[in-house]
């Protein structure tokens, strides 16, 4: 049984920072892709980033390109999200995904992720 805890999330004025990360519990993965996703008020679900190993690769969700950044630390089996710049728009409930397989080119979909975690709050308001 893997659980993925998030924890970072917050409130924020616009232009600020946070840091997003997820830790995968009961299980290391020597290979897989990690992603985050986000689902704004009245939105759907939106692909925002996702990093694949062995032989690290991100990717980006068009709206967040140059200001978010993924990372992965393999020892302690989480991924982190950098967010910087925020916006409103950047408001959401963000998800934590987590698949065992190197997910080469549907990263973007809520399918190919076995496990979930239960979601963190960012709120960027003036």
């Known amino acids: 049984q893997v659980t993925l805890t998030e924890s970072g999330g917050g409130s924020v004025q616009p232009g600020a920072s946070l840091r997003l990360s997820c830790t995968a519990s009961?299980?290391?993965?020597?290979?897989?892709?990690m992603a985050w996703f986000r689902r704004g008020p009245g939105k759907d679900r939106e692909f925002v980033a996702a990093?694949?190993?062995?032989?690290?690769?991100?990717f980006f969700g068009d709206s967040v390109k140059g200001r978010f950044v993924i990372t992965r630390d393999a020892g302690k089996n989480t991924a982190h999200l950098q967010m910087n710049n925020l916006r409103p728009e950047d408001t959401a409930v963000y998800y934590c995904?987590?698949?065992?397989?190197?997910?080469?080119?549907?990263?973007?979909?809520?399918?190919?992720?076995?496990?979930w975690g239960q979601g963190t709050q960012v709120t960027v308001s003036s």
């Open positions: 995904a987590a698949s065992p397989q190197r997910i080469i080119n549907s990263y973007v979909y809520t399918a190919p992720y076995d496990y």
């Open positions: 009961g299980r290391t993965f020597s290979a897989g892709t």
């Open positions: 990093v694949r190993w062995p032989g690290i690769s991100t």
